[in-house]
C-alpha cells in the first residue's frame, strides 16, 4: 500500500496499531481511541510548529532577498538552524510579569490568541478524508472558533498596563472586527455555490477552483485575511513607530513565542481556508493531494510575504475606511450577483 | 458517558462564571467571565447536538457582545482599575429572589417528562423553515437591524455637526 | 399568492421608513421639514390600504389581518399622523436631525403593526422588539440632556429585561408544546396546562406587563416618559401601549385562552396593583409629562380589566378605551407640547394662570384631563363605564370598587392641573404664549373632537370595537 498517496490510509493503519497495542496491554479498545485522539493532536501540534518554523525561516529569508540581503547565515547550513537557536532562546528567557499587569490575564492572553488558530486548523481537510476533526459545518466552526482570538489580544493589551500595549490592542480588535464583516460575506458566495458548509464537501464540489467563478470574492478574502492577521499594510496594531510594539510591548520569553505562534498559526489557517474555498483545496494532477494542499498553501503564504516587504503601511483611517467603505460594499455586490445568477442559470 | 461527564462539567463551568460574573467588581472580569459562560453555554449546546445553535453563539455572544464589551470598558477611561463604584446593597434579597426562581423553575422543569424522540435538525432544514414558514420574522430582523443602526449613529454622533 | 395581500399596509409602511430614510440621505438641510408631508402620506396609504383590506385574510398561519388586527392599527397609524402631525418641525424645536426621527418613529409603528396582526410567536417576539428598540433610541434621542439620557438607559435596561422575560416564557412554552402558530399553541394548551406552560404564561404575563407598565413593572415609565422629547412621549404612551395591548390580545386571548382562570386573576391583581400605585404617585408630580406618565400606569391598570372580563363586552370595551385613550392621551400631549415650544419647559409651574394666557390651550387641557378621569360627557367616562360594566359582568367586583375609588383619587391630581391654569394668576415674568402653529392647533382639534364625539355617542364606535373582534 502507498502510503505517500493515502494518508488516509496512513492514518487508519495507525490507529489500528494503536488498537492492536491497547489489546496487547490489556486495555479497553475505547482507550486505544482516546490515546490515538490525544496522539493525534499532539502530532497536529507537532506539525504546527515545523510549519511555523518553515514560516519564520521563510520569512526572514524572502525579506532578506527582497531587500538584496543574504538573511541568517551562520547558524547551520543557510541559517537553517537559526529558527531553532531562536526558539531556545525564548524558553531560557525569564518570563516577566510587569508589576502593572493584571496578573492572571496576562498570563492567560498568549493562549486564549493561539488556541482558536490551533482550533481552527484542526477542521481543514488536508487531502480526501484526512481531516483531524470533521465537523459537518466546517466553515462555520472555522469562523466561530476564531473569533475567541481577538478577545485575548484585547486581554493582552489591556492586562499589560501599558498605554502603548492598550492603543496596540484596541486597534488590533477594531481592524479585527471590520475586516470579519467583508471576510464573511466574501465566503458566502461559495457557500452559496457548493451548497454545503463541510470543507471537504466544497473541495469535492469545485470542479474548476471557484476563483475562477469567484475572483473578486477571492480578493476580498486575500485582503481580509491579511487584515485579520494583522500584517502590513495593515499591521497598524504593533507599528513599531508609534507603538513599540502594540500588544506584545511587555511580553517575552514563551508568552511571547506563543504570540508569534499564534500569529503564524492564523496565517496559515487563512490561507489553507483560501485555498480550500477558492483553489480547490488538495485537487491537483499527477502529485498527491496533500502535496498540492500544502504547496497551495505555502504559494498564498508566500503572497503575505510579499505583501509585507512591498506596501507601506496604512493609517489607521485609511484602513477602516477601506473596510467599511469599499471591501464591504463590495463583497455584497459579489453576494447579490452571485445570487442572481445562481437563480438565473437554474 | 463521555458526553454526560461533560456536560456537567461545563454546566458546572457556565454557573460558575455567571455567578463570578455578576460578583466580581472588576468590570473587565465580568466581561471576560461572560466570554468563559458564553462558551460553556456552547459545549453544553455541543453534547446536547446542537451543533448550529453552538457555533452561532460563539460567533455572537464570544465574536461580538463579548468584544464590544470589552471595547466599553476600555473606552470608558476606567481601564486602570475598573471597580464599580458602590455593591449592591439589595444583595441579599437580590439572592433570595434568585434561589426562589432557581427552585421553583428547577422543580417545574424536573416534575416535566422527558422530552425523546427528538431528531437532529440539519442545517438545510432551519435554511428551509428560516425562509418558508419562518420568513416574515426573518425578513423583519433585518428592519430591526437597520433601525438599531441608524438610532445608534444619530445618539453616537451627539450634537449635529 | 392571495397571502401577501394581507400585508399591504406593511410593505407600504416599509416603503414609506425606507422612502425618508432615502429622502433624508438627498435633501438638502434646509428643505428637510418637507420629510414630515411624506412619512404622513405615507401613514395615510397605509391606512387606505388597511382599510380597503377584507378583514381575515392571512398570511400562512404567522400573520392574520382580522378585524382587530385593522382596529389596533388604525389606533397605532392614527396617533403617529397625529404625532408627526403636531410635531411638524420636530428639528426646530428639538434641535435633533428629523430624518432619523421620523424613520425611528415608522419603524416602530411598523413593528406595532405586526405585534397587531401577529399569530405566531416568533414573529411577535420580532415585533415587539422592532416595536421596542426605536422608541428606546427616540427616548435617548438627545444625549446631552441628562434627563433624556437617563431615561433611555432605564428604558432600555428594563424593556431587555422584559423581553428576555417573555422569551423565557415563549421557550417553556414551545418546550412543552413545539409548536408557535397561536391556533395549535391553544389547542395544545386547552389539553390541560402542564406546570411548565403554567410557569411559560407567568413569565409571558410578565412580559405584557413590562411593555405595558403595569405596576411591578413599571419602573421605566416615568424616567422614560420625562426624558423622551414630547412627541415621542407621546407616540410612547399611546401606540406603545396600544401594541402592549394586542401583544396580550395575541397571546394570552389568542393562544392561551384555555389558561384564563389562571391568566386572569394575575392580571386582575397586576391591574389593582397599577391603578394604586399609578394614581397615588401621580399625586406629589411637579412635572407634567411625569405626571401623564403616572396617569398611564393607572390607565393600563383600568384597561387590563377588559382582558380580565374576556368576554365579548369585556375586549369590546377594551379596544373601545384604547380609541378613547388614544384622542384623550394626544390632546393632552398637544398641549403640553405647545406650553414647552413656548416656555421651554413642562413643569407644573410653566402652566401656572394658563387660562389667562392662552385660554385656548388650557380648555384643551382641562378637556383631556377631565377625560382621564373620567367625567361624564367626555369619552373617557364612557369607556370606564363600559370596562367596569364588563367586569363586574364576570365578577370582578373588588376589582370595579378599587377602580372607582381610584378614578375619585385621580381627579385630586387632575383637578390641581386645572386649578393651576384657572385659578391662579399668572406670574408677572411668565413668558408669553403667542398663536400657536396651525398644525399643532388642528391636530390639538382632532384630539378634542375625538374626545367629545366619542364621549358624546358612544355606540357606534362601541359597534366597532365590537366588530371588530368577529374573526
Given at each position: ?36 485522539s ?39 547550513w ?26 492572571w ?156 505562534l ?12 483560501a ?17 498540492w ?9 508566500f ?8 506596501f ?16 464591504t ?7 447579490i450577483?452571485t ?8 | ?30 466581561v ?78 424536573l ?51 | ?9 406593511e ?14 440621505l438627498?435633501?438638502?438641510?434646509e428643505?428637510?421639514s ?9 401613514t ?5 390600504a ?20 385593522i ?10 399622523g ?11 424645536v ?29 414573529l411577535?417576539?420580532v ?36 423581553s ?49 407598565a ?19 412621549t ?5 401606540a ?9 390580545l ?159 383619587l ?10 393651576v ?24 382639534l ?26
Open positions: 500500500m502507498n502510503y505517500i498517496f493515502d494518508p488516509a490510509a496512513a492514518f487508519a493503519w495507525c490507529l489500528e496499531q494503536l488498537r492492536t497495542l491497547a489489546t496487547l496491554v490489556h486495555l479497553p479498545v475505547m482507550a486505544g481511541e482516546w490515546v490515538g490525544f496522539l493525534v493532536m499532539i502530532g497536529l501540534f507537532t506539525v504546527c510548529s515545523v510549519i511555523v518554523m518553515i514560516l519564520v525561516y521563510g520569512e526572514r529569508k524572502i525579506a532578506a532577498h527582497m531587500q538584496s540581503r543574504l538573511g541568517p547565515m551562520r547558524v547551520g543557510h541559517g537553517l538552524l537559526q529558527v531553532i537557536a531562536d526558539v531556545i532562546k525564548l524558553m531560557l528567557k525569564e518570563s516577566f510579569v510587569p508589576a502593572a499587569a493584571d496578573n490575564i496576562f498570563r492567560a492572553a498568549p493562549y486564549v490568541v493561539f488556541i482558536p488558530g490551533f482550533m481552527a486548523l484542526i477542521a481543514i481537510p488536508m487531502d480526501r478524508g484526512v481531516i483531524p476533526a470533521h465537523v459537518n459545518m466546517g466553515l462555520l466552526y472555522i469562523l466561530a472558533v476564531g473569533t475567541p482570538g481577538v478577545i485575548g489580544i484585547l486581554m493582552a493589551g489591556w492586562s499589560s498596563g501599558n498605554k502603548y500595549s492598550l492603543l496596540g490592542g484596541m486597534r488590533s480588535a477594531a481592524q479585527m472586527i471590520s475586516y470579519e464583516v467583508p471576510l464573511v460575506m466574501s465566503v458566502l458566495g461559495v457557500i452559496m455555490l457548493a451548497g454545503s458548509l463541510d470543507l471537504a464537501a466544497i473541495v469535492e464540489a469545485q470542479k474548476v477552483p471557484y476563483i475562477i467563478y469567484q475572483p473578486l470574492a477571492f480578493i476580498i478574502f486575500l485582503i481580509a485575511s491579511v487584515a485579520e492577521t494583522n500584517r502590513n499594510p495593515f499591521d497598524i496594531p504593533e507599528a513599531e513607530s508609534e507603538l513599540t510594539a502594540g500588544f506584545h510591548t511587555e511580553y517575552g520569553g514563551v508568552r511571547f513565542a506563543y504570540f508569534f499564534a500569529e503564524y498559526v492564523n496565517m496559515f489557517v487563512l490561507s489553507a481556508a485555498v480550500t474555498l477558492f483553489l480547490g483545496g488538495w485537487k491537483g494532477p499527477f502529485l498527491p493531494g496533500w502535496v494542499y500544502f504547496a497551495k498553501t505555502f504559494g498564498i503564504l503572497l503575505f510575504m510579499w505583501f509585507r516587504w512591498t507601506p503601511r496604512l493609517r489607521s483611517d485609511q484602513l477602516m475606511d477601506l473596510g467599511w467603505k469599499v471591501l460594499p463590495l463583497a455584497f455586490l459579489n453576494l450577483v445570487g442572481l445568477v445562481l437563480v438565473l442559470l437554474k | 458517558m463521555m458526553t454526560t461527564v461533560s456536560f456537567y462539567l461545563l454546566s458546572a463551568l457556565a454557573v460558575v462564571s455567571a455567578l463570578f460574573l455578576v460578583t466580581t467588581r472588576n468590570l473587565l472580569h465580568a471576560l467571565a461572560l466570554a468563559v459562560a458564553s462558551l460553556a453555554v456552547a459545549g453544553v449546546m455541543l453534547t446536547l447536538n446542537a451543533e448550529f445553535l453552538a457555533l452561532v453563539l460563539i460567533l455572537v455572544y464570544v465574536g461580538a457582545v463579548v468584544v464590544l464589551g470589552v471595547f466599553a470598558v476600555m473606552l470608558t477611561g476606567h481601564f486602570k482599575k475598573p471597580t464599580l463604584p458602590s455593591s449592591n446593597e439589595l444583595k441579599i434579597i437580590a439572592v433570595v429572589v434568585s434561589l426562589a426562581l432557581v427552585t421553583l423553575l428547577g422543580g417545574v422543569i416534575g416535566q417528562p422527558a422530552v425523546t424522540g427528538l431528531k437532529e435538525v440539519s442545517l438545510d432544514t432551519v435554511g428551509k423553515l428560516l425562509l418558508t414558514d419562518y420568513v416574515l420574522p426573518f425578513e423583519l430582523v433585518s428592519i430591526v437591524l437597520l433601525a438599531a443602526l441608524v438610532g445608534s449613529i444619530v445618539i453616537a454622533r451627539g450634537k449635529e455637526d | 399568492m392571495s397571502g401577501w395581500l394581507a400585508l399591504l399596509p410593505f407600504i409602511m416599509t416603503a414609506g421608513l425606507c422612502a425618508v430614510l432615502v429622502a433624508d438627498f435633501l438638502p438641510s428643505r428637510k418637507w420629510l414630515s408631508p411624506l412619512a404622513l402620506l405615507f395615510a396609504l397605509t391606512l387606505v388597511l382599510w380597503s383590506l377584507k378583514p381575515g385574510l392571512a398570511f400562512g398561519q404567522a400573520f392574520m389581518a382580522d378585524g382587530m388586527g382596529y389596533l392599527k388604525t389606533i397605532i397609524l392614527l396617533s403617529l397625529i404625532v408627526i402631525f403636531s410635531a411638524w418641525d420636530f428639528e426646530k428639538w434641535a435633533r436631525p428629523q430624518g432619523e426621527y421620523l424613520f425611528l418613529m415608522m419603524s416602530a409603528a411598523l413593528g406595532m403593526m405586526f405585534i397587531s396582526s401577529g399569530t405566531e410567536l416568533v411577535l417576539y415585533g415587539l422588539e422592532l416595536a421596542t428598540f426605536p422608541l428606546v433610541l427616540l427616548t435617548a434621542y438627545r444625549p446631552a440632556d441628562a434627563k433624556s439620557a437617563e431615561g433611555g438607559l432605564k428604558y432600555l435596561m428594563i424593556a431587555a429585561l422584559g428576555a422575560i417573555l422569551l423565557f416564557g415563549f421557550s417553556l412554552i414551545y418546550a412543552v408544546t413545539g409548536v408557535t402558530q397561536a391556533v395549535q399553541l391553544a389547542a395544545q394548551v386547552a389539553k390541560g396546562g402542564s406546570p411548565l406552560v403554567m410557569a411559560g404564561m407567568v413569565c409571558v404575563v410578565a412580559g405584557i406587563g413590562f411593555k405595558v403595569l405596576t411591578p413593572f413599571h419602573m421605566w415609565a416615568p424616567d422614560a416618559y420625562e426624558g423622551a422629547p414630547t412627541p415621542v407621546a407616540f410612547l404612551s399611546v406603545s401601549k396600544t401594541a402592549g395591548f394586542a401583544l396580550a395575541r397571546l394570552l386571548a389568542g393562544a392561551m385562552p384555555g389558561l384564563r382562570p389562571q391568566w386572569a386573576q394575575a392580571m386582575a391583581i397586576l391591574s389593582a396593583l397599577a391603578m394604586c400605585l399609578g394614581n397615588f404617585a401621580a399625586i406629589p408630580q411637579t412635572n407634567l409629562k411625569r405626571l401623564m406618565a403616572y396617569s398611564s400606569i393607572a390607565q393600563a391598570g383600568y384597561i387590563v380589566m377588559g382582558l380580565v372580563a374576556f368576554d365579548t363586552i369585556g375586549l369590546s370595551s377594551l379596544l373601545y378605551y384604547l380609541a378613547a385613550y388614544l384622542f384623550t392621551n394626544l390632546g393632552a400631549f398637544a398641549v403640553i407640547m405647545a406650553v414647552e415650544r413656548f416656555t421651554g419647559s413642562s413643569e407644573l409651574s410653566a402652566y401656572t394662570g394658563l387660562a389667562q394666557r392662552s385660554p385656548r390651550l388650557a380648555l384643551g387641557l382641562l378637556l383631556a384631563l377631565l377625560s382621564l378621569a373620567g367625567i361624564p360627557p367626555l369619552a373617557g367616562f364612557a369607556a370606564k363605564f363600559y370596562l367596569f360594566a364588563a367586569a363586574y359582568g364576570q365578577g370582578y367586583g373588588w376589582l370595579v370598587i378599587i377602580g372607582v375609588l381610584n378614578s375619585a385621580s381627579l385630586y391630581y387632575y383637578l390641581r392641573v386645572i386649578r391654569m384657572y385659578i391662579l394668576p399668572p406670574e408677572p415674568n411668565a413668558p408669553a404664549i403667542p398663536k400657536m402653529p396651525w398644525a399643532l392647533a388642528v391636530a390639538m382632532i384630539c378634542m373632537a375625538g374626545i367629545l364625539v366619542l364621549g358624546a355617542y358612544p355606540g357606534p364606535f362601541v359597534d366597532m370595537a365590537r366588530a371588530a373582534l368577529v374573526p
